[in-house]
Nanobody
């Protein structure tokens, strides 16, 4: 089993920045692809970004590309999501996920482990 715990969410004004962290514990593996997903009220969970186990390959949803950056520190079992130029439509619960998959796999079914999520609220 792998446990994932997110932190770093909060309330920010439009145009602001936040950095989310996700710490993995348990049967961690640096071979996992790590992803970030988000779910807004009344909407389906959607893919945000993913990073390959080696950290050299990333993939982003078109809605966040150029504003968000995913990175990982395998020595710390931590993945990060730096979010800049936030918009009200970025408001959602953000969850990290781990799985043996490829970075372009945007389906939630591609990931086997999930964190509880952290709330991000962007005010206009």
């Amino acid at each position: 089993q792998v446990q994932l715990v997110e932190s770093g969410g909060g309330l920010v004004q439009a145009g602001g920045s936040l950095r989310l962290s996700c710490v993995a514990s348990g049967r961690t593996s640096s071979s996992y692809t790590m992803g970030w997903f988000r779910q807004a009220p009344g909407k389906e969970r959607e893919f945000v970004a993913a990073i390959r186990w080696s950290g050299d390959v990333t993939y982003y949803a078109s809605s966040v590309k150029g504003r968000f950056t995913i990175s990982r520190d395998n020595a710390k079992n931590t993945v990060y999501l730096q979010m800049n130029n936030l918009k009200p439509e970025d408001t959602a619960v953000y969850s990290c996920a781990a799985g043996y998959t490829v970075v372009r796999a945007t389906s939630t079914a591609a990931y086997g482990y999930w964190g509880q999520g952290t709330q991000v609220t962007v005010s206009s």
